[in-house]
C-alpha cells in the first residue's frame, strides 16, 4: 500500500511536460527550422549554369510538382474524410461496410501508371541524352583522381614540342562548348561532380568513365563553379575539391597559350625545389638545358587498352596562375602556402608516413623541416611560374 508521500509524488505534474501532440509539434517545427539553417549554398543543382545541369533541374522540378501534386489530393481527402466522417456526440451509428469498388480499384491503377509514365519518358530519354558522346567541336579533357586531388590533362592542347597543357584540381573550360572528361582514378574510387554542369559520375581504378560538361556563359571573376569528390574516398575526402573556371573563346585561347609556355627555372628556391619537390611533383622548365619536364611520371594503365599519363603529386607548371592550394581547399597566397609547406598535414589531413614513392603510393605531402628562408624561396620560384 502507497503512503501518502508517494501517492503525492506521484500525481504531481511535471512543470515541463507536454502533451504528445505538442510535443510532435514542436519536432516538426524544429526540424523545419534547422532544415533552414544553410549557407549561401554555392555549390548546388538548383543553380543550372550548363544545358545538361538545366535539363536535370528541369527533370526535378517535374517530378517535385507530380509529387507535390499528389500529396495535395491525397491529404486533401484524407482530411475531408477525418471531417466528414467523424465520431459524433452521441452518434452509435456505424459505417456502412462496402467490399470492392471496380471503379475505383481501376482508376487508382491507371492514374499511378499514367503519373509513373509521365516521369519516365523525359528521364529515360534525358539519361540517354546525357550519355552520348558529343561530337563536332569538341574539347578532350582527361581527369585522373587521386588522393586527394584532381589531375586534368588537355589531351587537345599542345605545344610545338608535343607537350599538352597538364594542370591540377582548377579546370578551366570555353562557354558554349561541350567539354568531354575522360576519368580514371590512380588508387581508390573517386567521385566528380561540379553540380551546376552536370550530375555525379563515380572515377574507378582500372576503368574509363565519362561525363560531358557543358556551360553557357563564362564565370564572373573570382567565382568559379564549385565541385568536390562525392565518393568517400578516405582521411582528407572533403578537401577533394574543383573549381571550374568557365571563359570565353578569347579567354580560353589567352588561358592555353600562356599554359603552353615553360616556367624559368631561376630563383634561390631552385635547388631547394629539385631536391625535395621533384621528388613527387612534375614542373615543366626552360633553362640552360632547354625546355623540360623535371620530376616524375608514372602511366596508369586502363583495362589494358589506353594509358594515362600522371603526376605523383600535383603538376606544378604555372602554380602561380591558379587561386587554391591543398585540394582547392585554401587561397593560394604566401600565408597559406608557406604554412603548408611548413606543417602540411596541420592544413589538410594526410598520412604521409604511408607514402611509396616507388609503388606510385602517395597519401600527403611530407613535413622536409625547412627552415623559414628555404620556404620563402620555394614560395617565391612556385608563385613566379604564372
Excluded at 581508390?188 to 557543358?214: C, E, M, Q
Excluded at 625546355?291 to 589494358?304: A, H, K, L
Aim: aromatic letters at 8%.
Amino acid at each position: 500500500m502507497r503512503t501518502g508521500s508517494q501517492v503525492r509524488r506521484t500525481d504531481k505534474k511535471r512543470p515541463f511536460a507536454l502533451h504528445p501532440g505538442r510535443r510532435l509539434a514542436a519536432i516538426a517545427g524544429l526540424a523545419l527550422l534547422l532544415a533552414a539553417c544553410s549557407g549561401s549554398g554555392p555549390q548546388t543543382s538548383l543553380e543550372p549554369a550548363g544545358r545538361i545541369a538545366d535539363d536535370i533541374n528541369n527533370l526535378w522540378l517535374l517530378v517535385f510538382w507530380v509529387a507535390t501534386a499528389v500529396f495535395v489530393i491525397v491529404e486533401a481527402g484524407l482530411v475531408y474524410a477525418v471531417w466528414k466522417f467523424r465520431e459524433r456526440k452521441d452518434d452509435d451509428r456505424r459505417p456502412r461496410q462496402v467490399h470492392g469498388n471496380n471503379a475505383i480499384e481501376i482508376t487508382w491503377t491507371i492514374v499511378p501508371a499514367v503519373l509513373l509514365a509521365v516521369i519516365t519518358v523525359p528521364m529515360l530519354s534525358g539519361l540517354f541524352e546525357m550519355r552520348k558522346v558529343p561530337t563536332g567541336d569538341v574539347l578532350q579533357i582527361n581527369v585522373t583522381g587521386h588522393q586527394w586531388w584532381w589531375e586534368f590533362e588537355y589531351v587537345d592542347e599542345t605545344g610545338p614540342d608535343g607537350r599538352s597543357i597538364v594542370t591540377a584540381n582548377e579546370l578551366h573550360i570555353p562557354a558554349d562548348r561541350d567539354v568531354y572528361l575522360s576519368m580514371t582514378s590512380a588508387d581508390v574510387i573517386h567521385s566528380f561532380w561540379v553540380p551546376a554542369l552536370n550530375g555525379k559520375r563515380d572515377v574507378v581504378p582500372g576503368r574509363i568513365t565519362n561525363l560531358t560538361l557543358s556551360a553557357f556563359a563564362p564565370t564572373p571573376d573570382g567565382q568559379p563553379h564549385l565541385g568536390q569528390c562525392a565518393e568517400f574516398c578516405g582521411l582528407a575526402h572533403a578537401d577533394m575539391r574543383v573549381k571550374a573556371f568557365v571563359h570565353d573563346e578569347a579567354g580560353f585561347d589567352q588561358w592555353v597559350a600562356a599554359q603552353l609556355e615553360p616556367n624559368t627555372a631561376v630563383g634561390a628556391g631552385w635547388d631547394t625545389f629539385t631536391t625535395f619537390c621533384t621528388a613527387c611533383h612534375q614542373v615543366t622548365v626552360e633553362d640552360a638545358d632547354g625546355v623540360r619536364t623535371v620530376g616524375p611520371e608514372r602511366v596508369i594503365d586502363v583495362d589494358g587498352e589506353r594509358t594515362f599519363r600522371s603526376s605523383l603529386a600535383p603538376n606544378l607548371s604555372h602554380f602561380g596562375s591558379r587561386t587554391s592550394i591543398a585540394g582547392a581547399t585554401f587561397a593560394n597566397d604566401v600565408a597559406h602556402l608557406s604554412a603548408f609547406i611548413d606543417d602540411p598535414s596541420s592544413l589538410k589531413p594526410m598520412t604521409p608516413e604511408r607514402n611509396d614513392i616507388a609503388a606510385g603510393i602517395i597519401l600527403g605531402m611530407p613535413d622536409y623541416g625547412l627552415d623559414s628562408d628555404e620556404i620563402a624561396g620555394v614560395v617565391a620560384l612556385v608563385q613566379s611560374w604564372e
